[in-house]
C-alpha cells in the first residue's frame, strides 16, 4: 500500500511513524504487496502442510482437533524460527533489503515502527521468541504426535503462557509510550492500526486461552484418575 513518505533528521525518506523515527538505509519495496503476501502465504502453507502430513503419517491415530493444535504450533515454530528469527539477524539492515521477509517486515512496520528502528524491547523479546517459544512449539508438535501427553500438555502450556505474556507486553508497551510520551508507532490508517497491529496479533491472546483451557481440563482428569488409583491402593 501506499503511504506519504516523511524525512527525518537523518536525511532518509520513509512513511512510518512517528515521523521523526530515523530508519537508516530505507529503501521503499519493489515487489507488489500482493505478490508479497501471496509468495509469504504459500511458505506458511507448504511448512504447515509438511508438518500435517509427517505428523499423520507418523500417527494414523490422530483426530481432527489434533490436527488443528499441529496447524497452530507449526504456524508458531514457522513465524517464529524464520520470520522472527529473519528479523533478529537482520534488524539493523532489513530496512534497506529487498529479500522477501524484509519487505514483509517494512510493510508491517507500517503499523509499528519499532520493528525497522531496532528498538531493543523488540530485538529483545524477538530474540526469546526465537530461542524459546519457536523450538518449543516444534517439541509440543513431536509430543503430541508421538502420544506423550503428559510432556505435550506441559511444553503446551509453557508456550500459550509465553505467548499471553508477549502479547501483553507487546501491546502494553506500546499503549504506554502512546499514552504517557505521545508517540504513535503506527500510521493513522485503519488497515495499519485495526488490521496489522491489532487484528494480526490477536490470535496469539485467543489461541492459546484455548489451548490453556484443554490443557487444564486433561490435567483435572489426570488427577482424577490418579486420585482414584491412590485411594484403591489405600484401601479407601
Not at 515521523?19 to 511458505?43: D, Q, W
Not at 509438511?50 to 497452530?72: A, D, H, T
Not at 523479546?125 to 523450538?135: A, N, S
Not at 499471553?164 to 502512546?178: D, N, S
Request: net charge neutral.
Amino acid at each position: 500500500m501506499s503511504s506519504t513518505p516523511y524525512s527525518t533528521l537523518d536525511g532518509v525518506s520513509h512513511p512510518y511513524y512517528p515521523t521523526s523515527a530515523g530508519v537508516p538505509h530505507y529503501a521503499a519495496n519493489t515487489t507488489p504487496l500482493f505478490t508479497i503476501l501471496f509468495s509469504f502465504g504459500g511458505l506458511i502453507a507448504g511448512f504447515i502442510g509438511f508438518c500435517l502430513g509427517v505428523s499423520r503419517y507418523v500417527n494414523p491415530r490422530l483426530q481432527k482437533g489434533e490436527m488443528g493444535v499441529i496447524s497452530w504450533f507449526a504456524l508458531c515454530g514457522f513465524l517464529h524460527l524464520f520470520f522472527e528469527g529473519y528479523f533478529v539477524l537482520n534488524h539493523a539492515t532489513m530496512a534497506g533489503s529487498q529479500d522477501l521477509f524484509a519487505q514483509l517486515w517494512k510493510e508491517y512496520g507500517l503499523s509499528d515502527s519499532r520493528y525497522l528502528t531496532a528498538d531493543p524491547f523488540m530485538v529483545w523479546i524477538e530474540t526469546l521468541t526465537l530461542l524459546l517459544w519457536g523450538p518449543l512449539s516444534l517439541l509440543t508438535i513431536y509430543f503430541l504426535v508421538t502420544e506423550q501427553t503428559a510432556l505435550r500438555h506441559i511444553t503446551q502450556i509453557v508456550v500459550c503462557i509465553g505467548h499471553l505474556y508477549g502479547v501483553a507486553l507487546y501491546y502494553g508497551t506500546c499503549h504506554y509510550i502512546e499514552k504517557y510520551q505521545g508517540l504513535q508507532y503506527s500510521r493513522p490508517e485503519w488497515v495499519y492500526y485495526w488490521g496489522y497491529y491489532a487484528g494480526m496479533n490477536a490470535p496469539w491472546a485467543v489461541v492459546p486461552v484455548l489451548l490453556l483451557w484443554n490443557s487444564a481440563k486433561e490435567m483435572k482428569k489426570a488427577f482424577r484418575v490418579a486420585d482414584g488409583e491412590g485411594a484403591v491402593k489405600k484401601g479407601l
